[in-house]
């Protein structure tokens, strides 16, 4: 499986400091921040709503409170909300609704909501195909260092998906995702040096590199550097 699905919000702040953050917060605090207007008590109280910390899950509550967020310029408020609509959780499902915020979130300074529109539109997802657009949208998540990005914009270039095919390229950005600790980049350099493709042929460093990608739980690296050992 490439990656873990992002299925709600809550998958994407479980271990982060947002659900943390949500879990020292005062609902009823929150609540009336919000409605004066805060932008960040709405997103918090609608963290709180979706995981169900101090009070029952509501997911449709939590979608409207997120919906409060992105309106008063909260990214990941809107972030969130393009989730929810993504996958149809509090709301019904609704994928060019989910584009839009994501879009919005990545326009008001979100990475992930820049990778997220990315993603949209290299699959056909609530938008018509835009490959030049994704790898653009990619492109500014993996300036701002969001490694996930910085990796499917490799991909890009390794296939030759909407741009003319440059493993070199592919290597750099599988790279720079690796340094930032995205451990199936890790693993992709890796079979690039095993190979030399795109890089010279360097079967040490190949280990290394599914060593890394190992230690980042990445099962296939696992199952590489075990070959390689023996």
């Not at 949208?137 to 914009?153: G, K, N, Q, T």
């Amino acid at each position: 499986m490439r990656r873990l699905a992002l299925c709600a919000f809550a998958v994407a702040v479980a271990t982060s400091p947002l659900l943390a953050a949500a879990q020292t917060q005062n609902p009823a605090a929150l609540q009336k921040a919000c409605g004066g207007g805060d932008a960040k008590s709405c997103f918090d109280l609608g963290v709180i709503y979706e995981t169900g910390v101090h009070v029952a899950p509501d997911k449709a509550r939590a979608a409207g409170l997120y919906g409060k967020a992105c309106d008063a310029g909260s990214a990941g408020g809107c972030f969130a909300l393009g989730l929810m609509y993504k996958h149809g959780k509090g709301v019904a499902q609704n994928k060019a609704k989910a584009a839009e915020l994501h879009q919005k979130a990545c326009d008001a300074g979100s990475d992930i909501g820049c990778w997220s529109a990315g993603r949209m539109c290299e699959r056909g997802e609530g938008v018509a195909p835009d490959r030049d657009r994704a790898a653009q949208l990619y492109r500014r998540a993996c300036d701002s260092a969001y490694a996930e990005a910085c990796y499917d914009l490799g991909l890009m270039y390794a296939s030759g998906n909407g741009m003319t095919a440059d493993k070199a390229r592919a290597a750099e950005l599988y790279r720079k995702a690796c340094d930032a600790r995205y451990a199936q980049s890790c693993f992709t350099l890796g079979v690039l040096y095993q190979s030399g493709d795109g890089v010279p042929q360097d079967k040490a460093k190949a280990t290394q590199l599914y060593r890394r990608a190992c230690d980042g739980r990445y099962v296939d690296a696992c199952k590489a550097l075990a070959r390689d050992l023996h």
